[in-house]
């Protein structure tokens, strides 16, 4: 599906040219084979997405019925093809071409399968593994962290790394000493974003504990020798070599819950934990720091002795505690997770970049890719560069200091070797201060150049001078494309439509040039004059769909401000112009051409509405999906385009810096699969409204009149572009999120939101022996609406370390589980659901595995994971039961598409709420222990497991699931509650259809709006809410979020977690 050019990224060779800001047509792009996937499959590393043990024929992982253990695929290894089956039976997860080479990795010692099981090796895909023969095959699979090693060069994984290594747990383990498990290639496919965890605003007096940022160190996976850049342990377990054995061979009967499961005492309070996790919570401060750089400057080279006493030397740090999971019930943490602090000198790690807006899936960077191997965890980055965020330091200055040799825009972790002289801290390189540079405007003092805002502000933003520009600004042009068939006027949608933009109309960013226009469309489609002058607007209909012209090009798209008179009126009367309409086709594709062609002079944003399957021209589609097959334990198809005709329409967009956002308002098939390329090749953003009804759904309404308001009036950038550097040493290889990129590590987005996440993932292309610390930076160059050039920068400073102990203490287990559900969504468009699901189970086993064998000094019986993961295995059971990814269940396709497109492009805070939603008991708040945020009292209720068994019938429970929420209402819940929350008198009066909350003047109905409002606050799109009975049609969707809890179809977190524990002790 995503295809582009070759994304592996050399850094710190790029050329030192200025960014391009005005149309520029992409020559590779628009040859790209479709299904062409971003991820970089020619790398080999730990790849989770590799098979590993044999997965038998059949149904998915979790077959319905008795439980039969799967042999799991994973993302790490490639998958030795079954008997008798073709040899690349299964397509790996990134197994499309890719447009550069493949690269093969030398194999390494620490055979996988006996040599009796080898088969011949596979075309040359990629060949990285751990084999010790060449011959043993490994398929291509998600590259994790995939370092490219020079093309022809066998770099040997067994030799030790240069320097100490010093293991703080395992004094004797070490690198060069192949392991019996181990797993092959880390490679991986580019993974869909995840954001779903209500993440606390940060602001005055609230510290942004994100939700995503789980203070966990990485989990260390089957140990091993491995190839250079193997992070493909899902793949390579996802198709393994069938082993000896029946295989159909039954476990036998879990007990319900083991002994000592049962009443364990809950997790230590948030004020025992760990220092590092505690200062993880504290506010970031955006504003200028008093830290002063003494004029040596901070260089790698003097930070050893800092960096030295910062080391997990004494004694076990908190993230490294052991843990239990068959034992240890409880241990989802009362509160939000945070972030894990990076094990750095204060004065550094407090100018370092808020982990909301730019977060690593490892807070301890690997010395080496054979160590990042060997802890069989995904290397990568998550990034929300256009966050809205309460402070940002904005510098005006005619002289933009750089790099001169990678263009590394001068940040808080370059080193002053003098007054005069900074040394980059990416690519190493001296550079002159510039004569400028040495007044500071903050302080109005001259010769302290380290002082500078810019050396004093890990994000930043810049307004450009002109050599940053091609053309001068574009202004603010805002498209509406509408569908009025007779679908689109029966779901009442129009009117809210006209409604909302009539209200916010005043509140469009932008300036005295700013544009607008409308066009709508069924069999044929209308445009309309809007030029000043007019005594109202004028309709123009063009039939001639297949060969779409724009009747007068020069009064379709007009300012705003000189006639916003016609455009009310025509908001006004749109409604009732097509209320009678019997037409019923729908030709989307001819009216995106035309909208192309009206916005191609200038750029701009196109908004969509569609409600049906588009049936007619350009784009024309066919219903793909058989109900029959929606609730499937085989492999879910036509999750890839039928078309590549919206790709192609939005790569055209991107060059002309249009982006396309898709609101889908249907209670049929669409095809998402093929119309969200539209959005997600030019940077857009998909809206999905299923079963949307002006009358029937009335919380559909609620939530679609909200997203709307928030869409017109948030912020935005145009004609933007974004390039992520990184220390010499380091690659980016894999991209994800909704944009298109132009060369190897920029990405073109003609929009940019505040709400837009994007991920990355990285192999280590040297060894970062000599280095302490290794930055990267983001750099956002955009257009704001206001029509000034400006550059956003945001830098990271990370610390390199050389003992596995030190890596899995520094894991961020959220922002691995977000990396891993992106590169999950590709594997299952480019290979198949069952494969993702298989490498998703094999990236716990694998790094829990390396844990075990690698850092854990003394072996105990049980399934033990450090306590920095100890989550991990939850939340891959979450993404597995995630309605992208699950199977057995009934879902629609268009419902799947959406989930995946989701947690590829939302930050990672809301994807992660979407995974792992949160649970709380409502009927009894208390003010105890609440915030008090804007003179409102939010109490904080405890957050339960998603678990019937937290239930009870006389209680009321709240669930946060990301875009819904739900109110249960137990059957004997306390009048009380239902009286003064509800003005209900008891359970039977419960209303079935009830989406918001009466306003009632008592305390209890306050703490429960203020708690929900709160919740609802933290996210950028609007939660429908549900209040549900037993007895309600909704209550099926608020036990499938029971994660916890066995299904048909799927295993309990306790069966999850013995079937891991079976496979670790293998």
Known sequence: MMSTAGFNSQNGTETAQT?????????????????????MNHQPAYNPMQAKAPAPPGPGLY???????????????????????????RPPLGGLPSHTPPQSASPSPGPRIPPAQATPPPPSVSSSGYYANPQQPMAPTWQYNTAVPPMGAATSVNTPPRGPLTNHVNPTVSLAAPSPLSSAAYSSAPPPKMSSSPAQISGPGVPPTSMHGFTQPGAVAASGSQAPNSYNHVDSRMAGPAQPGPPGRHLGHYPSLPPGYQNTPAPPAPSSLHPAIQAATQPYSQGPQPYQQPPGGLGPAQLSPSLANMSLQSKTPEALRVVNLLQERNLLPPSPIPAPTPCLPQDLQKLNCNPEVFRCTLTSIPQTQALLNKAKMPLGLLLHPFKDLSQLPVVTSSTIVRCRSCRTYINPFVSFLDQRR???????????????FMYNPVSRSYGEPHKRPEVQNATIEFIAPSEYMLRPPQPAVYLFVLD?????????????????????????????RTKVGFITFDSTIHFYNLQEGLSQPQMLIVSEIEDIFLPTPDSLLVNLNESKELVQDLLKSLPSLFEKTMETQSALGSALQAAFKLLSPTGGRMSVFQTQLPNLGAGALQSREDPNQRASAKDIQHLSPATD???????DCSGQQV???????????????SLGCISRYSAGSVYYYPSYHHQHNPGQVERFHKDLKRYLTRKIGFEAVMRIRCTKGLSIHTFHGNFFVRSTDLLSLPNVNPDAGFAVQMSIEENLDDMQVV???????????????????????LPVANSLSDIFSGADVQAITGLLACMAVDRSVSASLSDARDAMTNAAIDSLTSYRQSVLTIQQPGLLAPACLRLFPLFILALLKQKAFRTGTSTRLDDRVFAMYQLKYQPLVFSMRMIHPALYRVDDLTDEGALNINERTIPQPRVLQLSVEKLSRDGAFLMDAGIVMFLWIGRNCHPNFLTQ??????????PDNLYLLPELDTAESQRTRALIGWLRDQRPFFPSFHVIRDESQLKPQFMQNMIEDRTESALSYYEFLLHIQQQVSK
């Open 775 to 797: 930055s990267f930076q983001a750099a956002l160059l955009y257009t704001s609406s206001k029509g000034e050039r400006r550059i956003r920068v945001h830098t990271m400073c």
């Open 645 to 651: 005709f919206y790709k192609k329409l939005a790569l």
């Open 484 to 512: 009025v068939s007779h679908n689109a006027v029966e779901t009442g949608y129009l009117k809210e439509f006209c409604q909302s933009v009539l209200d916010n109309i005043n509140s469009l960013p932008g300036d005295s």
């Open 981 to 990: 929350v509800l003005a209900v008198p008891n359970y039977a009066a419960v």
């Open 659 to 673: 982006a396309v956002d898709l609101f889908l308002l249907s209670a049929q098939y669409c095809d998402l699969a």
């Open 63 to 89: 077959p319905s019925g008795p439980y039969q253990p799967v042999p799991p695929v994973s993302f790490y290894q490639p998958d030795p093809s079954f008997p008798g089956q073709p040899l690349l039976s």
């Open 19 to 39: 960014y391009a800001n005005g149309p520029s047509q992409n020559p590779v792009a628009l040859h790209q084979p479709l299904g062409v996937n971003y991820d």
């Open 422 to 436: 900074w040394k980059c801290n990416l690519c190493y390189r001296v550079n002159d201060v510039p004569e400028e």
